[in-house]
């Protein structure tokens, strides 16, 4: 390595240790991130809050709610003594799910009649709204067949089989069903480019602001050194935050990658050259750190929605899925996931490879190629 350039990424590296922020910023925020989106980022709904009104209080009722606290998904916080104390529950935000068990509910099963229950629902957020509510369903179909075993021993056909249907039904990939598993390769991937775009535009508007820029155009130091001194340092450093991130996601919270670290790391490493260029880009158009902040959270966002994160692409307009074809977060949350979850090679992750690194080596070069047209 030419001499110079040494010496330009040694005073970068120095820089970086002199600022506080931007340590933070490169060593704890990712791991702070991670951990924190980790548990929270979860798609998961348990322990609803619920109020309950049992008008009938026989043991047909007390055994119908029963159900409903057994299950894990429900939490009986209050007992409402009249119907209007559930509309107080629910307004009040306290409870999410009022039930009410009318009088004569067990009268009715037991003669085998339609037994109304009545089951109350916050919906301010539909996606929870709709869960619980498969929640409701999946309780009241359980218990149907109970009643209707009950039934028909009572009446003398103990022996019949109601289970009609016999569906064995096997879960890949995620066997468990846990949210955690499919949101936190998300945030690996997120988290890379965001430390990557954000040190590198930093580090360049900084030196904007406090004049040094200039003064380092009048050096001996050619275009493409300057350039590679700004960008060598942060990508290494990007490379190192990919690995702490990527063990506090195998380590603590236990997702073990089934597919090849060697081509997680290679994949990421094609992936950083986004966040590089993205922040070259950014470093041109401002002037200020505050602008560049602002720059970044403009770009941040729109990826972080459309990209699939949470949100799948399928389900978004055409128009909005075209878009994101041009996101490179995406094909990596993909790439990501399926190294991950399903242990899949580069023949499968090909389709998702090529655009990725189309894209951020595209980017990255006409970002450098603008940046030299300025330091010129």
Partial sequence: MDSRLFHFIKKEFLQLMRDPRMISVALFAPIFQLLMFGYVASTDIKHVSAVVLDEDRTYYSRSYLQSYANSGYFNFNFYASKPRDISYYLDSGRAKLGLRVPVNFGKKIVRGETSPVQAVLDGSNASSATTVQGYINQI????????????????GFGSLNTNLLDTEVRVWYNPDLKSINYMVPAIFAQVLMLVSMVLTTSSIVKEKENGTMEMLAV????SYELILGKLIPYALVAFFDMTLVFLVATLWYDIQLKGSVLLLFSLGTLFMTTGLGLGVFISTISQTQRQAMMSNVFIMAPSFILSGFIFPIANMPLPIQLITLVLPLRYFLAIVRGLFLKGIGLNYLWPEVWPMALIGTTLLLLSVMRFRKKVD
């Fill in 140 to 155: 009241n179909f359980r218990d149907l067949n109970q009643y209707l075993t009950d039934r028909l021993a009572r009446a």
């Fill in 219 to 222: 050096t001996p130091l050619r």
